[in-house]
């Protein structure tokens, strides 16, 4: 990310920072995969880096593809219990695991809205 930090108490707070903006900067880092998935497991987005890291495709190849359809069932139906707490609870959750021989810490999210 660019830029996030707290001002000090003597210091005054920077304008807040549009959704967007953060948006921008997560879902265009090189460096970070972003990964955006409906609760029956349909992937809404997927930037290049989550792409290219977990399935090996061009990002829009994925999308509109369920987890189902692109991973092994046992990996798939974890992730979807995963987002389906998720959505009951509103709470985010870490989640360590291994992929293609590579260990992989990824933290989800809920998202509502548009």
Known sequence: MRRFARA???QALDPPVSDETIWQALSSDPTV???V???DGTIVYVNERSAQLFLGMESERA????LDELFPKEWSHERVKLIQNLCQTGKPVGLRSIWKGRRISSFWYPVTGD
């Open 63 to 66: 999308i509109g593809h369920t």
């Open 37 to 39: 998935v409906s609760a």
């Open 8 to 10: 000090s108490k003597d």
């Open 33 to 35: 995969g972003v990964s």
